[in-house]
């Protein structure tokens, strides 16, 4: 028979080997979650823009990289910017990692900017990662007889151009065109996102727009049906003219770059996915590294490029850094900037 001290001594044995087991029970239980589940990828736009195809891009990928192989189902909430896709995150949609959310990277920049309105600190969610830096331009219409951004600058009378909610990447484009730049712009209200807006240019409703380049339509560039007048982004891809002039550019001085680069920095996040921050971290760790692999993954990568969907990624804890420091951007060229946006 084990004497007093002999049984004490097993039991310190057995509760030491059971605490070190407790991390790997903890991952076995994370692998095993999503077994049977389905993810709810919410993107804050109507379906057809830039947001909505990098969104089914990769909900057709990420699930073989995730433990228990969940579905994913694309789920579009619209509205206020894409704001309400963001609130639906943060309140109603479980909290559990079944949800993850896309949204127009713009809102970043309308949170510092007009708090009151957007009512989010973005440093408080949970990143999963970004697929892409949104690499925007902006475009007339052929038969608008605006050849380059020369032509934008000294046009006696405006040019139309489709609006959608505050707070998209388009709005705040647009602004910065007319408030930074001088463009004269007569904006034209009422439009969904960005495939509404590209309807209307066709229909000659409108004159042009600043949109991604992987959304603009491929024939409108071959068949040079547009002329693209000026590139938000210094980033070169295939198929863009690389003589058309970058906006950081076109600033006068040292000043009006740092707010130009504080107006684009959302553009620089691109196309970000992120799930709550009240996900349990070992959740959100299976994500990230599911994510990661999934923008590595080869078949993703030939499907991105068929599609014309540019393809240069950040990881999670690299886009929560990048949030950090937008929101130390100095007070006084924010509130230069809400004078630009208009807030």
């Not at 007319?178 to 309807?199: C, E, H, M, T, W």
């Not at 229909?203 to 938000?232: A, M, Q």
Request: glycine letters at 10%; a positive charge; proline letters at 6%.
């Amino acid at each position: 028979m084990a004497s007093p001290s002999s049984l004490s001594l097993l039991k310190r044995f057995v509760a030491a080997g059971l605490i070190a087991a407790l991390p790997s029970l903890a991952h076995a239980a994370e692998r095993t979650f999503y077994a049977g589940k389905t993810i709810d990828l919410i993107v804050g736009e109507p379906p057809g823009g830039g947001s909505d195809a990098y969104a089914r891009l990769l909900s057709r990928h990420l699930a073989r990289h995730i433990p228990g192989t969940p579905a994913i189902v694309v789920q579009n909430i619209p509205g206020a910017g894409t704001l309400k896709s963001v609130m639906y995150l943060n309140a109603t949609a479980p909290q559990d990692g079944t949800a993850m959310a896309t949204f127009s990277s713009a809102l970043i920049e309308q949170a510092l900017t007009a708090p009151s309105r957007v009512g989010v600190d973005f440093r408080k969610f949970a990143w999963i990662g970004n697929i892409s830096e949104d690499v925007r331009v902006c475009y007339v219409w052929g038969a608008s007889g605006v050849q380059k951004f020369a032509d934008m600058r000294s046009r006696p009378k405006p040019l139309f151009w489709g609006a959608t909610a505050p707070g998209t990447a388009g709005n705040a484009d647009s602004a910065m065109l007319q408030n930074l730049f001088g463009v004269r712009i007569q904006p034209v209200q009422g439009y969904a996102g960005s495939a509404d807006k590209r309807l209307a240019v066709e229909r000659r409703e409108i004159d042009g727009d600043c949109g991604g380049w992987t959304s603009v339509p491929e024939d409108w560039v071959r068949g040079k049906k547009i002329n693209v007048v000026v590139r938000l982004s210094p980033t070169l891809v295939p198929g863009m003219d690389g003589a058309v002039p970058f906006g950081g550019d076109l600033t006068k001085d040292a000043r009006e770059r740092q707010l130009y680069d504080f107006l684009t920095a959302p553009e620089r996040l691109g196309r970000l996915f992120m799930v709550s921050d009240k996900v349990p971290a070992e959740r959100v760790a299976v994500l990230r590294a599911a994510f990661d692999a999934t923008i590595a993954d080869p078949s993703f990568l030939t499907e991105a490029n068929r599609t014309r969907l540019l393809v240069t990624p950040m990881k999670g804890g690299d886009v929560a850094a990048r949030i950090g420091a937008l929101y130390a951007t100095p007070a006084d060229v924010i509130a230069h900037a809400k004078t630009i946006l208009g807030e």
